[in-house]
């Protein structure tokens, strides 16, 4: 006689995708953390220079678009970034209310040296090139559901 498949609980805990997801980006960015010192930076500063570097100059609103944040979330992480001399906030010239971001020259260099960070990266986490590409077209899909 075959036996019955067993009945798995809909809500045990290692089967929900909020907990692997909740889990695993506690997981990636503490591994950012001493990767991302030498740079002087926290994961969010690194995640605003990503930005940075591809777009600016920035009005914090576009930045905090891009990014999926509040603008009130960002404007401490860019004084911080000012602070460092790796950014310099101004008024922005088509909207005076608003701030536009740029970077400095000591910004720009410091690029240079975040190239190596997805390198190290890669290697603390294990993985190659084609399962960060599944895992990264995995991920966008599920940003693009949940923020349409």
């Not at 997801?21 to 500063?45: F, M, N």
């Not at 608003?98 to 986490?125: F, N, Y």
Request: hydrophobic share 45%; with cysteine.
């Amino acid at each position: 006689m075959d036996e019955p498949l067993p009945v798995t609980d809909p809500l045990a805990l290692e089967s929900q995708i909020c907990f692997a997801l909740s889990v695993a980006s506690r997981g990636v960015i503490a591994a950012y953390r001493p990767v991302l010192e030498p740079l002087k930076l926290t994961h969010p500063q690194y995640l605003v220079m990503l930005a940075l570097w591809q777009h600016a100059p920035l009005s914090l609103k576009d930045l905090a678009g891009l990014l999926h944040m509040e603008p009130a979330t960002l404007s401490p992480l860019t004084k911080r970034l000012e602070a460092l001399g790796y950014v310099q906030r101004a008024r922005n010239p088509d909207d005076g209310r608003g701030l536009a971001l740029s970077l400095t020259d000591q910004g720009r260099k410091l690029r240079q040296r975040a190239e190596q960070v997805p390198v190290e990266m890669m290697r603390r986490l294990q993985m190659d090139e084609a399962e960060l590409t599944d895992l990264h077209r995995l991920m966008t899909t599920l940003m693009q559901r949940v923020h349409p």
